[in-house]
Nanobody, 124 residues
Framework: QVQLVESGGALVQAGGSLRLSCAAS???????MAWFRQAPGKEREFVAA????????TYAAAVKGRFTISRDNAKNTVYLQMNTLNVEDTGVYYC??????????????????WGQGTQVTVSS
C-alpha cells in the first residue's frame, strides 16, 4: 500500500523559509512527484514537480525563483525548500506521486497518490 507522509509545515513570518518533506512508502519507483497547495476558499493548485528519472523540475510562476523541489532517491523522499515566503503562500501543501507520464505534470490528474497535507501559514 502506497503512503505519502508530509512534514515540515509551520507558522513562519513573511520573508522566512521552510522545508517540507514527503516520505513515500510502498513503492520506490515513480514517474514524477509534485507539490500542490490549497488556500482557504480556493482550488488546489500546482506548485512544483520533479521527474524521477532525470530530476527535471517544473515550477508554478508564482514560486519560481523562491521554491526548490528536490528528491532523495535512497530515502524515497521529495523536498520543497521554500524561501522568501509571503502571505500568499499560506495554505495546505500536499505531496503527490504519479506512476505514468501521459498527463502534463502541472495537472492533478498526473498523480494517483496523495498525502494528507501539511499546513503552512505565513504571517505578515
Amino acid at each position: 500500500q502506497v503512503q505519502l507522509v508530509e512534514s515540515g509545515g509551520a507558522l513562519v513570518q513573511a520573508g522566512g523559509s521552510l522545508r517540507l518533506s514527503c516520505a513515500a512508502s510502498g513503492r520506490t519507483r515513480w514517474y514524477a512527484m509534485a507539490w500542490f497547495r490549497q488556500a482557504p476558499g480556493k482550488e488546489r493548485e500546482f506548485v512544483a514537480a520533479i521527474r524521477w528519472s532525470d530530476e527535471t523540475t517544473t515550477y508554478a510562476a508564482a514560486v519560481k525563483g523562491r521554491f526548490t523541489i528536490s528528491r532523495d532517491n535512497a530515502k524515497n523522499t521529495v523536498y520543497l525548500q521554500m524561501n522568501t515566503l509571503n502571505v500568499e503562500d499560506t495554505g495546505v501543501y500536499y505531496c503527490s506521486a504519479g506512476a505514468g507520464g501521459a498527463i502534463p505534470l502541472i495537472l492533478r490528474g498526473a498523480y494517483g497518490y496523495w498525502g494528507q497535507g501539511t499546513q503552512v501559514t505565513v504571517s505578515s
